[in-house]
């Protein structure tokens, strides 16, 4: 069993940036991979990046060069590090782990002037 709880989210500009955080009760190494989905209404779930055990990351074409995913050093919360914010990167943003195909509760992004 693991718990995911996400943070960071708020209301910025265009063309700014917020670092959501993931935290979980078990370090990344037993969980093998995080990955951050989002959501906005009316549409499905979409992929956005993806952080390994060993460190390696993926991303979603749209947000590549923009975001960047990274861990502390117990490897138990993982950073989403999001700069040149866009208004179609507004939704809920959710941490998973398929290890335990468990989601965090999501937390909102709201980009808009």
């Known amino acids: 069993q693991v718990q995911l709880v996400e943070s960071g989210g708020g209301l910025v500009q265009p063309g700014g940036s917020l670092t959501l955080s993931c935290a979980a009760s078990?370090?990344?190494?037993?969980?093998?991979?995080i990955h951050w989905y989002r959501r906005t209404p009316g549409k499905q779930r979409e992929w956005v990046a993806s952080i390994r055990s060993d460190g390696t990351t993926s991303y979603e074409d749209s947000v590549k060069g923009r975001f960047a995913l990274s861990s502390d050093n117990t490897k138990t919360t993982m950073y989403l590090q999001m700069n040149s914010l866009k208004p179609e990167d507004t939704a809920v943003y959710y941490c998973?782990?398929?290890?335990?195909?468990?989601w965090g509760q999501g937390t909102q992004v709201t980009v808009s002037s």
């Open positions: 078990q370090s990344i190494d037993s969980l093998s991979f």
């Open positions: 998973y782990t398929p290890t335990f195909d468990t």
